[in-house]
């Protein structure tokens, strides 16, 4: 059982929105920090929001004011509201616990953000 789904990508245009899901089937969900990553092509992947279990958040320089990390834990799923999309946010998109041991990367949902 793939233990993160992220869903929610897509090609937007310079501007535009998206709203990335993942979903986790790992226990006591609501007890873990829960990440947003991404891996630009022939990029390293790179932490981009973290949301606390206590719903404090910190968010790479690059995204704060643009990007929203929420979660909601009777669903074990974390969400990523993203606006004013720039062509460097292009990306495959993953979330994962950063605090936990021994779990597996999901497949990641791809954003391209171009004209």
């Known amino acids: 059982q793939e233990q993160f789904v992220e869903s929610g990508g897509g090609l937007v245009q310079p501007g535009g929105s998206l709203r990335l899901s993942c979903v986790s089937s790992?226990?006591?969900?609501?007890?873990?920090?829960m990440t947003w990553y991404r891996q630009a092509p022939g990029k390293q992947r790179e932490a981009v929001v973290t949301?606390?279990?206590?719903?404090?958040?910190n968010y790479v320089g690059s995204v704060k004011g643009r990007f929203t990390i929420t979660r909601d834990n009777a669903k074990n799923t974390v969400f990523l509201q993203m606006n004013s999309l720039k062509p460097e946010d292009t990306a495959v998109y993953y979330c994962?616990?950063?605090?936990?041991?021994?779990?597996?990367w999901g497949q990641g949902t791809q954003v391209t953000v171009s004209s």
């Open positions: 994962n616990a950063p605090y936990a041991v021994g779990l597996s």
């Open positions: 790992i226990s006591n969900f609501r007890s873990y920090a």
């Open positions: 949301i606390t279990a206590g719903d404090g958040t």
